[in-house]
């Protein structure tokens, strides 16, 4: 298969990945998840997050034992899939042209397995640089990169709903770009 990527801004694009998920619910071993798996799309990645069931516990088990059980269950699944998972993932970044991390959630406690860490560059004006400098000497970073990782996740959690809105008209005008004028 010969893959072409699209130039954009001087970076070359991987090629769609619309259907990744449906080709990632049927790569996926029947009995792995509990349910469909969630499959989460950039540029760069692609991660596959799997619910598995709940380990069954006694009526008299604690908070604590229910968080030790779920940890467990994870860290089995870990263990357990590890040749699989990296013949499907090797499948999956062959297809799509992107790195393939896994996680696992089972009731309240989620872990995300290897997965790509980016470095991105940015230039700072000296406001900025000082909001980052602020984190790092209160402690809540230990640089200014991790400060702004923090910036970022804070932001995207406090406007998902206005993130999630731009993902969709965003999708929508690559849909129409695809189809073309004469659509």
Do not use: N
Request: net charge negative; proline share 5%; aromatic share 6%.
């Amino acid at each position: 298969m010969r893959v072409r990527f699209a130039q954009q801004g001087g970076r070359a694009e991987p090629p769609a990945a619309d259907d990744a998920a449906a080709w990632i619910a049927g790569a996926v071993p029947d009995g792995w998840f509990a349910e469909r798996p969630e499959v989460v799309i950039d540029r760069d990645e692609i991660i596959i997050w799997g619910r598995l069931p709940r380990p069954e516990l006694g009526d008299d088990a604690t908070e604590a034992d229910a968080a030790a059980a779920q940890a467990g269950r994870i860290a089995q699944f870990r263990e357990d899939t590890r040749d699989a998972r990296i013949r499907v993932a090797r499948q999956v970044e062959h297809r799509y042209q992107r790195k393939v991390a896994w996680g696992a959630r089972c009731g309240d406690a989620s872990e995300l397995f290897t997965h790509l860490s980016a470095p991105v560059m940015t230039r700072l004006r000296q406001p900025e640089r000082q909001v980052l400098d602020t984190l790092v000497d209160a402690g809540v970073a230990r640089s200014r990169s991790e400060a702004l990782a923090w910036c970022v996740k804070l932001v995207g959690r406090h406007t998902e709903d206005w993130l999630t809105d731009l993902r969709t008209a965003m999708t929508q005008v690559d849909e129409l770009r695809r189809r073309g004028p004469d659509a």
